[in-house]
């Protein structure tokens, strides 16, 4: 992504631009917003902590499904119609969860949370780089600054207002998503790009593209790895809400950094398959070295933080891969793409809970870094199907905005 030039005008944009781009901060920020407050959740409303996981897992699923339809109800609706559905879905679950007495409702919340997420993120940055001064350039880096803001930010304002009450996370997106919804709705004018009818079976073709078959099964395991150390660390940890927000807060910024800097210059140094291979029994050794040290806090803090740095190489790196992976739209790839990833990510979750039941803390660490090491195995042995990416043409602006709707996910 570093290789999109910037642009002298980033900064003067036209109100609908910001507008949409604080949209974007908010709708990232929930990606590890309830992080802090599972404990709390799991305390306050007396449910298990397999029970609490499922808020990941509706969250997950009904996302991933969901963005396999996003492109076709976008190309229908409109972009800004598009745009608001999701923000009102948002804000209207959000507002039911922070209302619940329940944890099985929360889950249920959370899965329409998940579908406003959907249609909101496919949508942004096609706007914002149809209404950005400065070219698409311009609007990519806007984007990528609001996607870094919105994932290190949300852990620590749930921390924060989950120090308050465990409802407090949820009410915080009410407002901040209520007040991007009337933002949009009132500066967001005209048709921002073209759009050609995408059809319902697009999604479904491109996942039997042999290379992207390959990408999107590896994915499904790398994203087990990657949930546990999001949604399972809370529980060994056993910090405050703050406490757990501030961890979160230097993994989404170490995530951030290596996403959007470090993962380009490698992208630019050495072959994609090579990145993978390399990169994945990195993050194995991590997650197995956090399951080991588990009980020493401070040790897992690390291992967490160091992840976050390993987890930005490889969303960039994968996602950059798909776009290769087949002569499909690559928005479609993209979308095709991450609702397989979430199965792994909508999995995890509950999954590491149980096992921390069953045999303690260590084993969901281990487990993750097993899936990871197969996630690797399927990129090795899967090669061949994949050499085409290794040497493949690249779009600057349409890898960048499938690499941040990717990261985003």
């Known amino acids: 992504m570093s290789s999109i030039g910037s642009s002298p005008s980033i900064w003067r944009q036209p109100a609908q631009v910001w507008a949409v781009a604080f949209a974007c901060v908010v709708a990232f920020m929930g990606i590890g917003l309830v992080d802090p407050i599972l404990p709390a959740i799991a305390a306050s409303l007396k449910a298990t902590p397999v029970q609490t996981e499922l808020l990941f897992t509706s969250y997950l699923l009904v996302t991933g499904v969901a963005m396999l339809f996003t492109s076709w109800i976008s190309s229908r609706i409109g972009a800004k119609a598009t745009l608001l559905l999701g923000l ?101 004018r005209g048709p921002f790009e073209k759009r050609r009818p995408v059809p319902f079976s697009a999604p479904f073709r491109a996942l039997g593209r042999p290379a992207l078959g390959v990408l999107a099964v590896a994915a499904l395991f790398y994203n087990i790895g990657f949930f546990v150390l999001l949604a399972f660390s809370p529980f060994p940890l056993h910090f405050t809400a703050i406490g757990i927000g501030l961890t979160f807060f230097g993994w989404g910024v170490a995530l951030a950094i290596t996403s959007v800097w470090v993962a380009p210059i490698l992208l630019r140094r050495m072959r994609i398959t090579r990145i993978i291979v390399m990169v994945l029994p990195l993050l194995a050794i991590d997650l197995v070295v956090a399951g080991i040290l588990v009980a020493n806090p401070v040790a897992l803090v690390v291992c967490i933080i160091v992840g976050g740095l390993l987890l930005g190489i490889m969303n960039t790196v994968l996602t ?56 690797a195995l399927v990129v090795l042995f899967g090669r061949k199907a994949l050499a085409h990416i290794d040497t493949g043409s690249h779009d600057p602006a349409e890898d960048a905005e499938a690499i941040l709707i990717g990261d985003a996910a």
């Open 88 to 188: 009102a879905l948002i804000v209207v679950f959000a507002l039911f969860s922070a209302l619940s007495g329940s944890v099985d409702a929360i889950i249920g919340f959370r899965a329409g949370w998940g579908l406003g997420n959907a249609l909101f993120i496919s949508t942004a940055l096609a706007t914002i780089v149809g209404a950005a001064s400065g070219g698409s350039s311009a609007a990519i880096i806007l984007y990528e600054a609001a996607l870094g803001l919105g994932i290190a930010i949300g852990p620590l304002l749930g921390g924060l207002l989950g120090e308050v009450a465990w409802q407090g996370p949820f009410f915080g997106v009410v407002v901040l998503m209520a007040i991007g919804f009337i933002a949009v709705l009132t500066l967001l």
């Open 320 to 375: 950059e891969a798909v776009m290769e992976a087949t002569d499909l739209p690559r928005s479609v790839a993209s979308s095709a793409y991450s609702a397989v990833r979430f199965i792994g990510g909508a999995v995890a979750p509950p999954l590491a809970a149980f096992m921390s039941h069953l045999w303690g803390d260590t084993v969901p660490y281990v487990f993750a870094g097993a899936s990871v090491l197969v996630a």
